[in-house]
T-cell receptor, first 112, second 110 residues
């Protein structure tokens, strides 16, 4: 079974630009969650999508948004990038029940 | 607000020794996860603990959960260098949202 895939793996943007990150979950998984990891703040929950609906949202500004498609693939978008948005963005997928979450390799975003 | 506290945050231990990492959380939850992260890598799932008294073991690692004390432990037995990594505990929120601890950076030395 293929794992969680994320594209692109690396991104360099400048302040004020916007960026879209993509996540393809494990086949059959309907839940996709996004996390931001930085050295200062650690791992922080961004949002979770289940069957195309946002089910949970973390404490991030409205510049961070996401969506999920009918094939469970998910995208997150960050508009008006700030230097502090530089981070590793991790996507995780989960199957039914209280399964563990399987994390993708991450997208490392650098904002200059 | 759910808080998850791990200690210690840094741990240097000799090969062959035993040690325990603690994870305390502030609000009732029915799910506790342990993950491992190697430098520059993503998170690898180690354990999922779903009930009070749950104990799971894999190799030299054993995790337990006490929901009444809101405490989980990750015990390392006879540490080896390959266990050097950062270990995170995470508490399940609503749905599959997780609240992570700061992580314990473990270094096992000869």
């Amino acid at each position: 079974k293929a794992g969680v895939t994320q594209t692109p793996r690396y991104l360099i943007k400048t302040r004020g630009q916007q960026v879209t990150l993509s996540c393809s979950p494990i086949s059959g998984h309907r839940s996709v969650s996004w996390y931001q990891q930085t050295p200062g703040q650690g791992l922080q929950f961004l949002f979770e999508y289940f069957s195309e609906t946002q089910r949970n949202k973390g404490n991030f500004p409205g510049r961070f948004s996401g969506r999920q498609f009918s094939n469970s693939r998910s995208e997150m978008n960050v508009s008006t990038l700030e230097l502090g948005d530089s981070a590793l963005y991790l996507c995780a997928s989960s199957g039914s029940g209280a399964d563990t979450q399987y994390f993708g390799p991450g997208t490392r975003l650098t904002v200059l | 607000e759910l808080k998850v506290e791990q200690n210690p945050l840094f741990l240097s231990m000799q090969e062959g020794k035993n040690y325990t990492i603690y994870c305390n959380y502030s609000t009732t939850s029915d799910r506790l996860y342990w993950y491992r992260q190697d430098p520059g890598k993503s998170l690898e799932s180690l354990f999922v603990l779903l009930s009070n008294g749950a104990v799971k073991q894999e190799g030299r690692l054993m995790a337990s959960l006490d929901t009444k004390a809101r405490l989980s432990t990750l015990h390392i037995t006879a540490a080896v260098h390959d266990l050097s990594a950062t270990y995170f505990c995470a508490v399940g929120l609503s749905g599959y949202a997780l609240n992570f601890g700061k992580g314990t950076s473990l270094l096992v030395t000869p």
